[in-house]
């Protein structure tokens, strides 16, 4: 009874506790939230503390200048559209405001959104350069854009809020490592580092111009206001362009050859009327005294007066063919040559002379060379009234029996060359003796007659053909019997051959191939 009763009167337990529920979303806890509501704080004093929003920020003067600028009439630019415009915009003052550069950037000076699209499109089709950092002391995008405008950059003065300090973009580090990154490297030396001293480039080269132009409408000729590259302590005389040919005023008839390094001088030049006489002069004095070196020298003086005063005539035509016909009479091909060149320029222009002649010279001159591509080139520019010259066409057959290997219709043609085509001949007709004698070896055993050697091969007589023979190495080759002189051809297999190798390695002997 007494344990049944203590049961009872203790107050009953519960597995949990009691909270009142909430009426509504908005208002304040009920009494058994009262420590939480003391901790946190209400959705409206949370709100308190948060920054203004954006779309309500009172902007500078200078930024909403900024922007009424952009989208003015005036400097709005067809090729920039206006959506990538707001872009940009939105972007430079975006950057401007993370890196707390807003009230500390020059606004009046800074270049127009759509002033730095151009910039970067001129840039990423004409630049070779790798980009710049993204960052350069707390300008990313304003300094680049900045430095880019290369034209306006030395406009731009740095604002009273710097204190006194160079813009990021003017320091020397920037412009140091953006040298280095150069394809190439400046080897000009560097007296000054900012673009405010005299040294720098963008001053240096404004300053080098107008000084030039001031010079040249002063009328200043000096090598220093035309060539501003150039040291003013240097002295160099500058070439001056002819206003014409010059007319000589030398009487001299003989003067001799100096190779011009200056101008001409009317002094040392001697007119038509004289080089008239001295042609005849040299012409008696080479007949008379046979002095080549000194002919050669006096014929050389006298181009040179025809050059200078550009005397194309008759004249000159007949002064270049005498002096190609005593180089050839001594074998002077390199005096020749020159001639040549030139004689063929002249008679483009039908100044009379004697084209056909000095034609046939040329193709004789190619046997000896044995140059093939310049006689294929002569032989397809050829006319048929050209063809049918006769020394032309003597030409053509020596040229035609060397290519078929006819030796004897080669040396008939030898013996009959008109002119003086044989002085050309004579230089390789050493050549084709000792082919010849190569093929009568072969074909002919075991001896033959030396007459028989004489008359084919072109020899004047037998004492030449035999001396032929022997200075080439082959005195065994010679027998004397029944009252003459045979050559032992079966004694000679390939001798000529090796004959032929061995003079070909001497200088100006040429073997055909």
Same mark, same amino acid.
Request: glycine fraction near 6%; hydrophobic fraction near 30%.
């Given at each position: 009874?007494?344990?049944?009763?203590?049961?009872?009167?203790?107050?009953?337990?519960?597995?949990?506790?009691?909270?009142?529920?909430?009426?509504?979303?908005?208002?304040?806890?009920?009494?058994?939230?009262? &420590?939480?509501?003391?901790?946190?704080?209400?959705?409206?004093?949370?709100?308190?503390?948060?920054?203004?929003?954006?779309?309500?920020?009172?902007?500078?003067?200078?930024?909403?200048?900024?922007?009424?600028?952009?989208?003015?009439?005036?400097?709005?630019?067809?090729?920039?559209?206006?959506?990538?415009?707001?872009?940009?915009?939105?972007?430079?003052?975006?950057?401007?405001?993370?890196?707390?550069?807003?009230?500390?950037?020059?606004?009046?000076?800074?270049?127009?959104?759509?002033?730095?699209?151009?910039?970067?499109?001129?840039?990423?089709?004409?630049? *070779?350069?790798?980009?710049?950092?993204?960052?350069?002391?707390? &300008?990313?995008?304003?300094?680049?854009?900045?430095?880019?405008?290369?034209?306006?950059?030395?406009?731009?003065?740095?604002?009273?809020?710097?204190?006194?300090?160079?813009?990021?973009?003017?320091?020397?580090?920037?412009?140091?490592?953006?040298?280095?990154?150069?394809?190439?490297?400046?080897?000009?030396?560097?007296?000054?580092?900012?673009?405010?001293?005299?040294?720098?480039?963008?001053?240096?080269?404004?300053?080098?111009?107008?000084?030039?132009?001031?010079?040249?409408?002063?009328?200043?000729?000096?090598?220093?206001?035309?060539?501003?590259?150039?040291?003013?302590?240097? *002295?160099?005389? @500058?070439?001056? @362009?002819?206003?014409?040919?010059?007319?000589?005023?030398?009487?001299?008839?003989?003067?001799?050859?100096?190779?011009?390094?200056?101008?001409?001088?009317?002094?040392?030049?001697?007119?038509? *009327?004289?080089?008239?006489?001295?042609?005849?002069?040299?012409?008696?004095?080479?007949?008379? @005294?046979?002095?080549?070196?000194?002919?050669?020298?006096?014929?050389?003086?006298?181009?040179?007066?025809?050059?200078?005063?550009?005397?194309?005539?008759?004249?000159?035509?007949?002064?270049?063919?005498? *002096?190609?016909?005593?180089?050839?009479? @001594?074998?002077?091909?390199?005096?020749?040559?020159?001639?040549?060149?030139?004689?063929?320029?002249?008679?483009?222009?039908?100044?009379?002379? &004697?084209?056909?002649?000095?034609?046939?010279?040329?193709?004789?001159?190619?046997?000896?060379?044995?140059?093939?591509?310049?006689?294929?080139?002569?032989?397809?520019?050829?006319?048929?009234?050209?063809?049918?010259?006769?020394?032309?066409? %003597?030409?053509?057959?020596?040229?035609?029996?060397?290519?078929?290997?006819?030796?004897?219709?080669?040396?008939?043609?030898?013996?009959?060359?008109?002119?003086?085509?044989?002085?050309?001949?004579?230089?390789?007709?050493?050549?084709?003796?000792?082919?010849?004698?190569?093929?009568?070896?072969?074909?002919?055993?075991?001896?033959?007659?030396?007459?028989?050697?004489?008359?084919?091969?072109?020899?004047?007589?037998?004492?030449?053909?035999?001396?032929?023979?022997?200075?080439?190495?082959?005195? &065994?080759?010679?027998?004397?019997?029944?009252?003459?002189? %045979?050559?032992?051809?079966?004694?000679?297999?390939?001798?000529?051959?090796?004959?032929?190798?061995?003079?070909?390695?001497?200088?100006?002997?040429?073997?055909?191939?």
């Amino acid at each position: 009874m007494s344990m049944t009763y203590a049961r009872n009167s203790m107050p009953p337990t519960t597995a949990f506790t009691a909270v009142a529920a909430r009426r509504n979303f908005g208002g304040q806890q009920q009494a058994g939230s009262v &420590h939480s509501s003391s901790t946190s704080p209400s959705p409206s004093a949370a709100g308190s503390t948060n920054p203004p929003d954006k779309g309500k920020r009172d902007w500078p003067p200078q930024v909403r200048s900024y922007v009424q600028r952009s989208f003015a009439d005036g400097n709005i630019l067809p090729d920039v559209d206006r959506q990538e415009m707001e872009i940009k915009l939105k972007k430079i003052i975006s950057q401007s405001v993370e890196e707390g550069t807003l009230a500390t950037i020059d606004w009046d000076n800074l270049p127009l959104p759509q002033v730095m699209i151009q910039d970067e499109r001129r840039r990423t089709h004409s630049s *070779h350069f790798p980009p710049l950092p993204s960052k350069q002391n707390g &300008h990313s995008i304003l300094t680049n854009e900045i430095k880019s405008n290369k034209r306006k950059s030395a406009e731009i003065e740095p604002s009273d809020s710097t204190g006194g300090q160079s813009l990021p973009w003017r320091q020397s580090s920037d412009r140091e490592s953006f040298e280095s990154r150069l394809s190439y490297p400046d080897k000009r030396p560097r007296n000054g580092a900012g673009p405010d001293s005299p040294f720098s480039k963008s001053n240096q080269a404004p300053e080098a111009r107008k000084k030039r132009f001031q010079g040249a409408l002063a009328g200043t000729s000096s090598a220093a206001s035309l060539r501003p590259w150039r040291s003013s302590t240097t *002295h160099e005389v @500058e070439p001056t @362009e002819p206003k014409g040919p010059i007319i000589g005023r030398c009487q001299d008839l003989e003067k001799k050859y100096f190779r011009l390094t200056s101008a001409p001088n009317p002094d040392t030049v001697r007119p038509l *009327h004289v080089l008239e006489k001295t042609l005849d002069h040299l012409k008696k004095k080479w007949r008379r @005294e046979k002095k080549y070196p000194y002919i050669c020298d006096q014929f050389k003086s006298l181009r040179q007066d025809l050059t200078v005063q550009r005397i194309k005539t008759s004249f000159t035509v007949d002064a270049y063919e005498i *002096h190609a016909r005593i180089a050839l009479e @001594e074998g002077d091909l390199s005096e020749y040559n020159q001639c040549q060149t030139q004689l063929r320029a002249l008679y483009v222009q039908n100044l009379g002379g &004697h084209p056909f002649e000095f034609l046939a010279y040329r193709i004789l001159y190619f046997l000896h060379t044995s140059n093939r591509t310049d006689m294929n080139d002569a032989l397809a520019d050829l006319t048929p009234t050209e063809k049918r010259h006769p020394a032309v066409k %003597h030409a053509l057959d020596a040229r035609s029996a060397l290519a078929l290997g006819n030796y004897h219709r080669f040396f008939q043609l030898y013996l009959d060359t008109p002119n003086m085509g044989a002085y050309l001949m004579d230089m390789f007709v050493g050549r084709e003796r000792l082919s010849a004698l190569s093929a009568v070896c072969r074909a002919y055993k075991p001896d033959v007659r030396l007459r028989f050697v004489t008359e084919e091969l072109g020899f004047d007589s037998d004492e030449d053909s035999a001396r032929f023979i022997c200075e080439h190495g082959a005195p &065994h080759l010679l027998e004397e019997r029944d009252g003459g002189v %045979h050559l032992l051809t079966g004694k000679a297999p390939g001798f000529f051959d090796s004959a032929l190798k061995a003079a070909s390695a001497r200088p100006g002997v040429k073997v055909p191939t």
